[in-house]
């Protein structure tokens, strides 16, 4: 199913739609200017869908962005693909199921997901072709808390498990099931770096959260910097440069700076709860949740 639609920028307000929170999708574009970066050209991308659920946006491309959305049945999450080139929305998945999380695979011919079983309460780690056509492929048979994944290499992925009080973090085989507890108290937001180290929040205390960096081959982390207060959420750029958000807030650390410098009020946008930042090459998508 290819719907065409228009880019709009919208600045009135959003209406919860069902169950799920109220959370919609902007494009900028972001170029680096000597040593400083410059935002600009926004697009909002969810106007087909702007009072209910348009999240968890990952980059396939340069230009083709994934994401959960509850567009096509307000109590259901499928996936579905913007295409930034040529302005086109697809539905990816049609399933019983709830998808959460797209997320590219290393063999380029699949993407992986998070999917909310039928019994509402089981989270697997599951795979499906890119173009959605074809039974889903489930990994971690013997994991059912997942809540968030990437994968560092082609059968090696990090995993969020979703753990009362704390959250952990695990480093797993996908074929044969192994995996390691490598620590609790992390964030949902998980990243791998051009060294190939998994970046990650480690939530130390409710004060006192981190960016930390862990080695695979080493097993030990490092950390990295300390988070902008209460957020848990933050992009890598090309030059190692990190962003995370606070509200309308968006700020940066260079890879050698020690603080965080605010890069851009987004509130002239009409951006007041950041809560994810996806970026790839000049591109920069940004999602805001009531």
């Known amino acids: 199913?290819?719907?065409?639609?228009?880019?709009?920028?919208?600045?009135?307000?959003v209406f919860a739609m069902g169950q799920l929170p109220t959370s919609n999708i902007y494009h900028f574009t972001i170029t680096k200017v000597a040593k400083s970066y410059r935002i600009k050209s926004p697009q909002f991308l969810t106007a087909f869908n702007k009072g209910g659920?348009?999240?968890?946006?990952?980059?396939?491309?340069?230009?083709?962005i994934y994401f959960?959305?509850?567009y096509y049945d307000e109590a259901q999450t499928e996936i579905a693909k913007f295409d930034l080139y040529d302005k086109s929305l697809t539905r990816i998945t049609y399933t019983e199921e709830k998808e959460y999380s797209p997320t590219p695979t290393k063999d380029s011919e699949t993407f992986s997901v998070?999917?909310?079983?039928?019994?509402?309460?089981?989270?697997?780690?599951s795979t499906y072709?890119?173009?959605?056509?074809?039974?889903?492929?489930?990994?971690m048979n013997n994991t059912s808390n997942i809540g968030y994944h990437t994968w560092l290499d082609d059968e090696t992925v990090a995993l969020f498990l979703v753990e009362e009080p704390d959250h952990n973090l695990a480093i797993a085989?996908?074929?044969s099931e192994r995996r390691k507890i490598i620590l609790d108290k992390i964030g949902r937001c998980l990243k791998v770096d051009k060294k190939g180290q998994l970046l990650f929040v480690h939530k130390q205390n409710k004060d006192e959260w981190f960016i930390k960096a862990y080695n695979t081959k080493?097993?030990?982390s490092t950390t990295i910097a300390k988070t902008i207060m209460g957020a848990e959420d933050f992009e890598l750029l090309n030059d190692g440069s990190l962003l995370m958000a606070s509200k309308s807030m968006l700020y940066i650390l260079p890879p050698?700076?020690?603080?965080?410098?605010?890069?851009?009020?987004?509130s002239s946008y009409g951006l007041d709860n950041i809560t994810r930042i996806a970026s790839q090459k000049n591109s920069l998508i940004v999602v805001n949740s009531d």
């Open 53 to 64: 659920y348009n999240n968890q946006p990952s980059y396939f491309s340069d230009k083709v």
């Open 256 to 266: 050698s700076a020690n603080e965080w410098n605010l890069l851009l009020d987004m």
């Open 68 to 70: 959960a959305t509850n």
């Open 114 to 125: 998070v999917r909310v079983e039928t019994d509402n309460k089981t989270q697997t780690l």
């Open 173 to 175: 085989h996908a074929v």
């Open 218 to 220: 080493t097993n030990k």
């Open 1 to 13: 199913m290819l719907i065409r639609f228009v880019f709009l920028f919208f600045l009135g307000p």
């Open 129 to 139: 072709p890119l173009d959605g056509i074809g039974y889903a492929k489930r990994y």
